[in-house]
Antibody
Framework: EVQLVESGGGLVKPGGSLRLSCAAS????????VNWVRQAPGKGLEWVGR??????????DYAAPVKGRFTISRDDSKNTLYLQMNSLKIEDTAVYYC???????????WGQGTLVTVSS | QSALTQPPSASGSPGQSVTISCTGT?????????VSWYQQHPGKAPKLMIY???KRPSGVPDRFSGSKSGNTASLTVSGLQAEDEADYYC??????????FGTGTKVTVL
């Protein structure tokens, strides 16, 4: 059974930093492209970014609102995805989900999410 | 990148059909057959229901179907059941290694 379990969320002040983790199991993590998607309270889904598998270069892509502030990385030896968030803004407040990239640019498995609250 | 446009709400009685639209541009929905649909119950993670415009993942009932015409994709839920009451989001590849989601539609089963 595919499982994605996020952790690391919490309350942080504007301008602060936070690192989220996503532990994967039930599939070969090193073969997967994985994404972060967020959802502000009461709002819709927003794609944050993704990282390719290492044999595809291990490169990353980011949405414009987070580019230059957020960094996605992976540790295939630990089957874990990371999201380093710096220079956090109030508008970054959201539940952050990790998702596996499926066929045809879909997101086929999702974690349960972790809440990040940016507030003074 | 602007969000894809969906109606805020849709409803139908049990057994009826409901269709949700998802309107984008030629740079996203109209430019690629990479439209997917997600169901989200309150407090839960989204679940993939349709990918590549029309395909259903294993385990998704065939009451769910997708289509696309030009810059607008659609999700139809036939034979509505109480458990179909949820928020639904479309998503599309938007080129240049970007993705965009729809604004979301709340489906109510009357």
């Amino acid at each position: 059974e595919v499982q994605l379990v996020e952790s690391g969320g919490g309350l942080v002040k504007p301008g602060g930093s936070l690192r989220l983790s996503c532990a994967a199991s039930g599939f070969t993590f090193s073969n997967a492209w994985v994404n972060w998607v967020r959802q502000a309270p009461g709002k819709g889904l927003e794609w944050v970014g993704r990282i390719r598998k290492k044999t595809d270069g291990g490169t990353t892509d980011y949405a414009a609102p987070v580019k230059g502030r957020f960094t996605i990385s992976r540790d295939d030896s630990k089957n874990t995805l990371y999201l380093q968030m710096n220079s956090l803004k109030i508008e970054d407040t959201a539940v952050y989900y990790c998702t596996r990239q499926g066929a045809a640019a879909s997101f086929d498995y999702w974690g349960q999410g972790t809440l990040v609250t940016v507030s003074s | 990148q602007s969000a894809l446009t969906q109606p805020p709400s849709a409803s139908g009685s049990p057994g009826q059909s409901v269709t949700i639209s998802c309107t984008g541009t030629s740079s996203d929905v109209g430019g690629y057959n990479y439209v997917s649909w997600y169901q989200q119950h309150p407090g839960k993670a989204p679940k993939l229901m349709i990918y590549e415009v029309t395909k259903r993942p294993s385990g998704v009932p065939d009451r769910f179907s997708g289509s696309k015409s030009g810059n607008t994709a659609s999700l139809t839920v036939s034979g509505l059941q109480a458990e179909d009451e949820a928020d639904y989001y479309c998503s599309s590849y938007a080129g240049s290694n970007n993705f965009v989601f729809g604004t979301g539609t709340k489906v109510t089963v009357l």
